[in-house]
Nanobody, 128 residues
Framework: QVQLVESGGDLVQPGGSLRLSCGTSEVTLDHYAIGWFRQAPGKEREGVSCISPGDGRTYYADSVKGRFTISRDNAKNTVYLTINSLKPEDPAVYYC?????????????????????WGQGTQVTVSS
């Protein structure tokens, strides 16, 4: 596994939109399940979305379904998380993480993930 690099976090108005990016030059992201996670102050880190390797099947936590979209650009070796209709509960540090190489590896993306490969994350903040 490798540490991925997140970017794109910003200060956004309630109801606004944002696109986060996740990339690396060390592995081909299309070959792995890639999950997006978030951690708000005082809360545990939680999985919000995952994209399977190959067929790109997508998975979402119920709290973000219909508002978040995970996608992958193989030419850029980048996975995106588009956040729409930003809610007060969305501000957090957002992380992406490489999971396994199997298409079923997204099925457990909501489970706690202990890993030394967490990156710095990218901060999403909602303006008051």
């Amino acid at each position: 596994q490798v540490q991925l690099v997140e970017s794109g976090g910003d200060l956004v108005q309630p109801g606004g939109s944002l696109r986060l990016s996740c990339g690396t030059s060390e592995v081909t992201l299309d070959h792995y399940a890639i999950g997006w996670f978030r951690q708000a102050p005082g809360k545990e880190r939680e999985g919000v979305s995952c994209i399977s390797p190959g067929d790109g099947r997508t998975y979402y936590a119920d709290s973000v379904k219909g508002r978040f979209t995970i996608s992958r650009d193989n030419a850029k070796n980048t996975v995106y998380l588009t956040i729409n209709s930003l809610k007060p509960e969305d501000p957090a540090v957002y992380y992406c993480h490489q999971l396994g190489p199997r298409q079923t590896d997204c099925l457990n993306f909501r489970a706690p993930l202990k890993s030394p490969y967490w990156g710095q994350g990218t901060q999403v903040t909602v303006s008051s």
